[in-house]
């Protein structure tokens, strides 16, 4: 219970207008020791909560420390991207609606010199990209000299992004003082260890639930397709069910994702694209949307679609398979959020089944098989399957006593009939040259 907590007055009136009593699980962990001013690295699934893990320790250490407010940033949140930096800001500005303390965005996309001037009012809690953020360290126009605490939120997301020297390069900026919190869907990750032992102090681990545990409240199914052509008549039969409402659909490449939105505006779908060619506006304008009524279905690609505050999701469908469990888990645990029942479909080909079989088995789960009338596939799974489940692949056996081609190579050809060049002999030395004749 956050009544059980010391916080500030102003702290649990915020609280209360988000209707926030109990701590879930994630929270009820990590705030005790992230109030004391430890460091700690957190790992929980998505939608567990983790956000307000952080922002009620530093809303409830800037609110009793009384620092110096023109002192520059006292807290930052990096974050892998804009959409989930616009999340946390939200979130922010709603639990210290009843306090003094602002949070703002700084990232990329937005005017650089309108930035500058929102850190000429030195904002206390500053939720950034670290990308954006170092430009502006480097400029001079952020001071994270008096900096108190560090976020890094969704770790793992920003060095699959290849932001690992921008937040080291941030780092250095920083008070050495400070307090860092790292969070991560997992752990195991093979970077998070490493940036973890750079910017730590001998951090406490925070870990609800299992690393590769998926959410015990959706529904994995899996509907086989012969190909690209054959899930193009799928998708749209499936969401005109009228007990989907608010759907994503998830693709590998953001090409996909735009053709799969003008694919199902032309079957009388209210949808929209969301991918990485959008401006941030446009973004904002989709995500509004969605959660308004005014659309139904979201095609997106992962990148765009990490950090996105989209309510009230009935179904996540994978247009594509993820090339890893993680992302799967991301994107599966943006439904069945807040104890609601949610329903994650795959549409798999035969190239995708090995994949699959891989997802299942990193995060333990089994994929019901679905069919919709009249459009089910002539494929049926592998004829043959590894102990695994993996489809059996033949492997070609030359004929005994076949002899072996010869490489046909052009350099061949147009060497036939000439001399052999001459090599060096067995000794070791190459044939001596004779020397030209000199001129007079």
Same mark, same amino acid.
């Given at each position: 219970?956050f009544?059980?907590?010391?916080?500030d007055?102003q702290l649990k009136l915020?609280l209360?207008d988000?209707?926030l009593?109990?701590?879930?699980?994630v929270?009820d962990?990590?705030?005790q020791?992230?109030?004391?001013?430890?460091?700690?690295?957190?790992s929980?699934?998505?939608?567990?909560?983790?956000?307000?893990a952080y922002?009620?320790p530093?809303?409830?250490?800037?609110l009793?420390t009384v620092?110096d407010?023109?002192?520059?940033?006292?807290?930052l949140?990096?974050?892998?991207?804009?959409?989930?930096?616009?999340?946390?800001?939200?979130?922010a500005?709603?639990l210290?609606?009843?306090s003094?303390l602002?949070?703002?965005?700084?990232?990329?996309?937005a005017?650089?010199? =309108?930035?500058?001037a929102?850190?000429?009012? $030195?904002?206390?809690?500053?939720?950034?990209?670290p +990308?954006? #953020? &170092?430009e *502006?360290?480097?400029?001079g126009?952020?001071?994270?000299?008096a900096?108190?605490v560090?976020?890094l939120d969704?770790a793992d997301?920003?060095?699959?992004?290849?932001f690992?020297?921008d937040?080291?390069?941030?780092?250095?900026?920083?008070?050495?003082?400070k307090?860092?919190l790292m969070?991560?869907?997992?752990?195991?990750?093979?970077?998070?260890?490493?940036?973890?032992?750079?910017?730590?102090?001998?951090?406490?681990?925070?870990?609800?639930?299992?690393?590769?545990?998926?959410?015990s409240?959706?529904i994995?199914?899996?509907?086989?397709?012969d190909g690209q052509?054959?899930?193009?008549k799928l998708?749209?039969?499936?969401?005109?069910n009228p007990? =989907?409402q608010r759907?994503?659909?998830?693709? $590998?490449?953001?090409?996909?994702a735009?053709?799969l +939105?003008? #694919? &199902?505006? *032309?079957?009388?779908l209210?949808?929209?694209?969301l991918?990485?060619d959008?401006s941030?506006?446009?973004?904002k304008?989709?995500i509004a949307r969605i959660?308004?009524?005014k659309?139904?279905v979201?095609?997106?690609?992962d990148?765009?679609?990490?950090?996105?505050?989209?309510?009230?999701?009935?179904?996540?469908?994978?247009?594509d398979?993820?090339?890893?469990?993680?992302?799967?888990?991301?994107?599966?645990?943006?439904?069945?959020?807040?104890?609601?029942?949610?329903?994650?479909i795959?549409?798999?080909?035969?190239?995708?089944?090995?994949?699959?079989?891989?997802?299942?088995?990193y995060?333990?789960i089994e994929?019901?098989?679905?069919?919709?009338?009249?459009?089910?596939a002539?494929?049926?799974?592998?004829k043959?399957?590894?102990?695994s489940?993996?489809?059996?692949g033949?492997k070609?056996?030359r004929?005994?006593?076949?002899?072996?081609?010869?490489?046909?190579?052009l350099?061949?050809?147009?060497?036939?009939?000439?001399?052999?060049k001459?090599?060096p002999g067995?000794?070791g030395?190459?044939?001596l040259?004779k020397?030209?004749p000199?001129?007079?």
């Amino acid at each position: 219970m956050f009544d059980d907590l010391e916080l500030d007055h102003q702290l649990k009136l915020g609280l209360k207008d988000m209707a926030l009593t109990q701590a879930t699980p994630v929270q009820d962990k990590a705030l005790q020791p992230a109030l004391a001013g430890k460091d700690l690295m957190i790992s929980a699934e998505t939608g567990s909560g983790k956000t307000l893990a952080y922002l009620l320790p530093i809303a409830q250490r800037l609110l009793t420390t009384v620092p110096d407010r023109n002192a520059g940033t006292l807290a930052l949140v990096l974050v892998p991207t804009r959409e989930l930096a616009r999340q946390v800001v939200k979130h922010a500005r709603t639990l210290l609606a009843k306090s003094p303390l602002q949070a703002q965005a700084i990232t990329g996309g937005a005017d650089f010199k =309108y930035q500058a001037a929102i850190f000429r009012k $030195n904002p206390e809690i500053v939720v950034a990209t670290p +990308g954006r #953020l &170092l430009e *502006h360290c480097q400029k001079g126009s952020a001071d994270l000299s008096a900096l108190q605490v560090l976020v890094l939120d969704e770790a793992d997301r920003m060095l699959d992004l290849g932001f690992r020297e921008d937040v080291l390069a941030v780092n250095d900026f920083c008070a050495d003082t400070k307090q860092t919190l790292m969070l991560s869907a997992t752990l195991q990750h093979k970077g998070v260890g490493s940036i973890a032992r750079s910017l730590l102090k001998s951090p406490e681990s925070v870990t609800v639930g299992e690393v590769r545990q998926a959410h015990s409240s959706i529904i994995h199914q899996r509907i086989l397709a012969d190909g690209q052509e054959h899930k193009d008549k799928l998708l749209p039969v499936l969401l005109q069910n009228p007990a =989907y409402q608010r759907v994503l659909v998830f693709a $590998n490449k953001r090409s996909t994702a735009s053709r799969l +939105g003008a #694919l &199902l505006r *032309h079957h009388g779908l209210r949808c929209d694209s969301l991918h990485g060619d959008l401006s941030t506006e446009e973004r904002k304008r989709v995500i509004a949307r969605i959660n308004d009524g005014k659309v139904q279905v979201v095609c997106a690609s992962d990148v765009a679609a990490r950090g996105i505050d989209i309510r009230n999701v009935d179904l996540v469908v994978n247009y594509d398979l993820p090339h890893k469990g993680e992302d799967y888990l991301h994107r599966s645990g943006r439904t069945g959020r807040a104890g609601q029942e949610g329903l994650a479909i795959s549409l798999v080909t035969a190239p995708e089944w090995n994949l699959m079989i891989a997802i299942q088995r990193y995060l333990n789960i089994e994929f019901e098989p679905r069919a919709l009338a009249g459009l089910k596939a002539r494929y049926s799974g592998p004829k043959k399957q590894k102990a695994s489940g993996k489809a059996a692949g033949s492997k070609k056996k030359r004929a005994t006593g076949t002899p072996t081609r010869k490489k046909d190579r052009l350099r061949d050809r147009k060497a036939k009939g000439k001399p052999a060049k001459k090599t060096p002999g067995n000794d070791g030395f190459a044939p001596l040259m004779k020397k030209k004749p000199q001129a007079d």
